[in-house]
């Protein structure tokens, strides 16, 4: 079949990493939540793209309410995205304003660091260490 695309072909190969890269990102939170509204709830919670609950740790939402001002509280939405691109293979980056700010609350970054172009970009052993500090309150979405 000569109008059958190779498998070694660039746009069939494009086309399969972008179903396995949103496989990946199934697991990530739809729709992000204020920190103030999942501290009201009785079992914080979210749904991801792939239609299951992804539940918060009650501990950890604690302690990011003991540590942001109100204002950021309300804010601040969970969980913090970091972006993965190709094409920076040692670093995320974070696209949220208020995310940013959090994160230099809590001493995670300097307060020297400024988003550029809208994006902040930041070493993946660091981002690694925030996740693992703040487990549920972080995800890493595949770009």
């Not at 059958?4 to 399969?16: K, V």
């Not at 696209?95 to 020297?112: G, N, P, W, Y």
């Amino acid at each position: 079949m000569p109008d059958r695309p190779s498998a070694g072909d660039e746009s069939t190969l494009l086309r399969w990493m972008r179903l396995e890269i949103g496989k990946i990102n199934d697991g990530v939170v739809a729709e992000r939540k204020r920190l103030s509204l999942l501290l009201s709830e009785e079992h914080p919670s979210a749904v991801t793209k792939g239609g299951a609950r992804y539940d918060f740790d009650r501990g950890v939402l604690l302690r990011l309410e003991q540590a942001l001002p109100v204002g950021l509280q309300r804010r601040l939405r969970l969980p913090i995205l970091f972006y993965f691109d190709s094409t920076v293979p040692d670093s995320f980056f974070i696209a949220d304003e208020a995310a940013v700010q959090a994160l230099q609350a809590l001493k995670e970054i300097s307060r020297l660091r400024r988003m550029q172009g809208g994006r902040l970009w930041m070493a993946k052993p660091l981002v690694y260490a925030i996740r693992n500090r703040y487990p549920t309150a972080v995800q890493i979405v595949m770009g």
